[in-house]
C-alpha cells in the first residue's frame, strides 16, 4: 500500500480504538456510558452510511412516524426557570408584546444592496472597530421589550440552544440548534438579522460584522478591543487568564497548557486541519447528523462544532463560575459581545470548507440535498421588528445574502499532522470491554475493519469512518474525552498527534428548573479514517 510523506501508517484488519476522558474542572467528576461503539463506511450521501454489525438507529420519542422539516413557533417557546447559580438577567423567549405577531416569510435582500464585507478584527482598524462597538451600545441602550435590543438578541441564542422552544407538531420535543445538522445555518441566520439591525442603528448600510480569526497567527488572540473595561465590547464574566496577549488554546477544556506561543500555534493550525480537511470528508460530519421532525434533540455535531467552537467558548467565559458563564454555557453565550465575531468566524469556516473542497477535488465538501435539512427553519426578528421565518434553504448563499469574507488566508490547510515517533507497533492482548460503561480510565476496544486495503480510488469514493453512539452525559459540566486510533501508547501522542483522532466536547448544559442538575445529553460523535 502507498505511503504518504507525513501520513499514518495503514491501519491493519482490526483497530484499536481507546478513549481517553480529560476532567475539564477538578472539583468535579462526569460519565459517560458508550453503549456500543461501531465501525462505519460512508460514501457521500447521508443516506449511504451502514454500520458494522448492524445498522444505525435514529433517537425518537417512540413515535414511528419521523421525519420532515423541523418548525418552531413563539407560542410553543416555554418560560425557563432559572438554572444553579445563574447570572441574571435570565430569560429566553422573545418580548410578550411580540408573541401574538404571525411570522412573515424570508425574502433575500435587493441584490442592488451594497455587498458587506467581513473582515477580521486584528486588521480591520480601530476607527471600524468603533462602529460595532457603538452597534453594541446602540443595541444596549434599547429597552428590553425591543426585539432589536442586545439583551433580546442573545436571548434568541438561550432560547434555541437550551431547550426553551418546542418543536411545531411534537410539543413533548425540544428544539436544539447544536448537536445536529443546524449547527451552522442557524448560526448563520442569527447573525444576519444581527447584522442588518446594527446596520440600521448605525444607519450605516454597509456595516458587516467583524469576525474573530483565531484560526490563523494573527488572530490567535482576544482582540483588545474586548479588554477595555470601559467600552460596550467589555464583558467582565470572562476567564481573566485570557486577556491579550495569551494566545487561544484550540483545544482548551480547563487546564492550562504549558506550550511556548510557537507550539500553540503549530498545535491550533494542526487542530483546524483534522476539523476541517481531515476529519470532515463529508457533510454529516461537517455538519452534524440529521434531525428531523419528530426525533428526539442532539443526534450528533459536526467537526468544527466540537472543536474550535465549543473550546473557544470554553476558553473565553469564566472557569471560576459553575457553569462558565457567559460564553462557556449554551443559556449565556450570547451576552458577551465577542460572541458574534466568534460566531462570524465559525459562519466563514463553512465557506472555507466549501473552498478547501472545490480546490482541491474533495468530492464530500459538499452541503446536505435533504429536504428536511433545506426546509427546515428558524424564527428572528429583522431591523423592522418584524418577526421572520427563515429557512435553511435562504442561508445557503452568503452573496445572495449581500455579505463575502475578506482579509485571511487558510494556513491550516497545510497543517497535516505528523505520525509520532518511537511508537510500538506490536499488538496487545486486549481485556474483554462490556459496553456500556462508564469512562472513568482509559478505554480500550479493538474494532473490526469491514474492508482493508483500499486502493485510493475506492477511498475517494466512499470514507471509513468510526462511530461511538449512546455518548451520555448529565449535563452539570464541560466534559471532553480523546479517541485515539492504533496508538497502544497513546501517552506518548501529543495533542496534535495523527493517531488521536478526534476529540469529543461538551460545554455544561444546566437545567433551567432551579434544582441544580444538569439538562442530559445524549448524542454520538463521528471520526473519519481514510486519511489517518
Known amino acids: ?106 425574502t433575500l435582500p435587493d441584490p442592488a444592496e451594497p455587498l458587506r464585507v467581513r473582515r477580521p478584527v486584528h486588521a480591520v482598524g480601530a476607527e471600524y472597530m468603533a462602529k460595532y462597538e457603538r452597534a453594541i451600545a446602540l443595541m444596549k441602550a434599547l429597552p428590553h421589550t425591543d426585539p432589536r435590543s442586545f439583551y433580546q438578541m442573545a436571548n434568541i441564542h438561550c432560547a434555541y440552544c437550551t431547550g426553551s422552544y418546542r418543536q411545531t407538531g ?77 494566545l487561544v488554546d484550540l483545544g482548551f477544556v480547563g487546564v492550562e497548557s504549558n506550550r511556548t506561543d510557537e507550539q500553540q500555534i503549530q498545535h491550533n493550525l494542526r487542530t483546524m486541519y483534522k476539523q476541517m480537511i481531515g476529519n470532515a470528508a463529508l457533510p454529516s460530519l461537517f455538519h452534524g447528523q440529521p434531525f428531523r421532525a419528530g426525533q428526539s434533540d442532539k443526534p450528533g455535531p459536526g467537526t468544527v462544532e466540537l472543536s474550535p467552537h465549543n473550546t473557544v467558548h470554553t476558553w473565553t467565559g469564566d472557569i471560576a463560575l459553575t457553569n462558565v458563564e457567559n460564553m462557556g454555557t449554551y443559556y449565556s453565550a450570547g451576552r458577551d459581545p465577542l460572541f458574534y465575531p466568534h460566531h462570524s468566524n465559525i459562519d466563514r469556516l463553512w465557506q472555507a470548507w466549501r473552498e478547501v473542497g472545490a480546490a482541491r477535488g474533495y468530492r464530500g465538501h459538499v452541503d446536505f440535498m435533504d429536504h428536511d435539512w433545506l426546509d427546515s427553519s428558524f424564527l428572528f426578528y429583522d431591523e423592522e421588528s418584524r418577526l421572520v421565518r427563515i429557512t435553511v434553504r435562504n442561508v445557503l448563499d452568503t452573496e445572495k445574502l449581500r455579505y463575502k469574507f475578506d482579509g485571511v488566508g487558510m494556513p491550516w490547510v497545510n497543517a497535516r499532522p505528523p505520525t509520532s515517533p518511537n511508537m510500538s507497533k506490536k499488538k496487545a492482548l486486549l481485556k474483554s470491554v462490556r459496553i456500556p460503561l462508564s469512562l472513568h480510565k482509559v478505554v480500550t476496544v479493538e474494532v473490526r475493519r469491514p474492508q482493508v486495503l483500499r486502493s485510493t480510488q475506492e477511498k475517494g469514493a466512499r470514507e471509513e469512518v468510526l462511530v461511538i453512539e449512546g455518548i451520555e452525559t448529565d449535563g452539570t459540566e464541560m466534559v471532553k474525552f480523546d479517541v485515539y486510533v492504533n496508538a497502544m501508547e497513546h501517552e506518548k501522542v501529543k495533542p496534535s498527534g495523527c493517531e488521536l483522532a478526534g476529540s469529543y466536547m461538551c460545554l455544561s448544559n444546566p437545567r433551567i428548573d432551579g434544582t441544580g442538575k444538569g439538562m442530559p445529553v445524549e448524542t454520538s460523535m463521528r471520526v473519519a479514517l481514510n486519511e489517518l
Open 1 to 106: 500500500m502507498a505511503s504518504t510523506r507525513g501520513a499514518c501508517a495503514p491501519l491493519a484488519a482490526a483497530a484499536f480504538v481507546f478513549l481517553v476522558c480529560v476532567a475539564a474542572m477538578v472539583l468535579y467528576t462526569t460519565s459517560f456510558s458508550l453503549s456500543t461503539a461501531l465501525l462505519a463506511v460512508s460514501g457521500l450521501r447521508s443516506d449511504d452510511v451502514f454500520t458494522i454489525p448492524h445498522a444505525l438507529t435514529t433517537k425518537s420519542s417512540g413515535d414511528s412516524n419521523v421525519g420532515g422539516p423541523l418548525h418552531t413557533s413563539l407560542h410553543t417557546c416555554r418560560k425557563p426557570k432559572l438554572p444553579p447559580n445563574p447570572l441574571p438577567p435570565f430569560y429566553c423567549c422573545p418580548p410578550a408584546s411580540a408573541s401574538l405577531s404571525e411570522p412573515i416569510n424570508f
Open 170 to 246: 411534537n410539543q413533548e420535543l425540544d428544539m436544539q440548534i447544536h448537536f445536529s445538522w443546524f449547527f451552522f445555518p442557524f448560526h448563520r441566520a442569527y447573525l444576519y438579522f444581527f447584522e442588518r439591525i446594527a446596520a440600521k442603528l448605525l444607519g450605516e448600510p454597509d456595516f458587516a460584522l467583524p469576525f474573530w480569526s483565531w484560526d490563523v497567527p494573527d488572530g490567535m488572540r482576544m482582540p483588545p478591543e474586548f479588554a477595555n473595561s470601559s467600552s460596550p465590547l467589555y464583558d467582565p464574566v470572562r476567564n481573566p487568564r485570557h486577556a491579550p496577549p495569551s
